[in-house]
């Protein structure tokens, strides 16, 4: 048998292809090798990274802002309050249940002084009501049960007003396009998001403010002050 030696062109390229393929290689193995400490080199930088930003917003009042259909429970919010507690919206649709009048019934009765105060869209504002429910639904036929909605909400106020005649309980109408809702707990701490086109306020980011002396809370303080103070009173 004969055996084939290896000619010197193969040898001078097989030099070469190795000598091109070294600095390859050495990428990879780096890769590799960071592929190996990059979760550790993430959990020591980003958390310092996201723990000032966190404490700087913080500072400024913004406490968190939360994902759709999260932490705007209005009846958990309405149990906690000690001192007031406000609301701002359409129709008070998603807290003046069956489940939500007891949790005021509750509330009077352990914190007699605790003032609540419900501001609502005029149910006789037609023209507002329709290019809402066109915004939200796309349909202004909506706005009908809207309307009995809010009329049901006031009526409920109304008759938790009778039943406890002591209860601090205010009831406003207002008449002007609602762009925000939101709740506001002992003057202090306050749940807001907002309404938008196409979808529900429950459907869009909640943001959890907490008053400071340079805050958004502030804004939004004052924004229910001056929906509030030319509104119709209800009770």
């Known amino acids: 048998m004969r055996v084939m030696s290896k000619s010197p062109c193969f040898l001078k390229t097989s030099i070469i ?6 600095p390859i290689v050495l990428i990879l193995s780096s890769l590799l090798q960071l592929r190996d400490i990059m ?4 959990a020591s930088v980003f958390p ?22 999260t932490s705007l429970n209005m009846n958990l919010q309405l149990q906690n309050c000690q001192n007031s507690f ?22 009077i009765a352990e914190t ?18 329709e290019q809402r429910a066109k915004d939200e639904t796309g349909n202004i036929r909506d706005w009908i049960a809207w309307k ?12 938790l007003k009778k039943e406890i005649t002591t209860a601090n309980i205010e009831v406003r109408v207002y008449k002007e ?8 707990v002992d003057e202090n701490f306050m749940y807001i998001n ?16 907490r008053k400071k002396s340079i805050s958004l809370f502030n804004a939004f303080e004052s924004n229910f002050d001056r929906v509030w103070n030319p509104s119709t009173v209800i009770l």
């Open 48 to 69: 310092v990274h996201f723990f000032l930003w966190k404490r700087k917003l913080k500072s400024y009042g913004i406490w968190s802002i939360d994902a759709p259909h």
């Open 112 to 129: 007699p002084n605790v003032k609540i105060r419900f501001l609502l869209l005029d149910p006789n504002e037609d023209e507002i009501g």
């Open 194 to 209: 907002y309404y938008g086109k196409g979808f529900r306020p429950s459907e869009t980011p909640n943001l959890a403010l």
């Open 39 to 42: 979760p550790i080199l993430i």
């Open 177 to 184: 396009f609602p762009v925000f809702r939101s709740i506001t």
């Open 17 to 22: 292809v190795l000598t091109l393929s070294s």
């Open 86 to 107: 406000d609301f701002l919206g359409v129709s008070a649709r998603t807290i003046l249940d069956a489940r939500g009048s007891q949790t005021i019934k509750k509330k």
């Open 148 to 159: 009995k909605i809010i009329s049901a909400s006031i009526d409920e106020l109304k008759n």
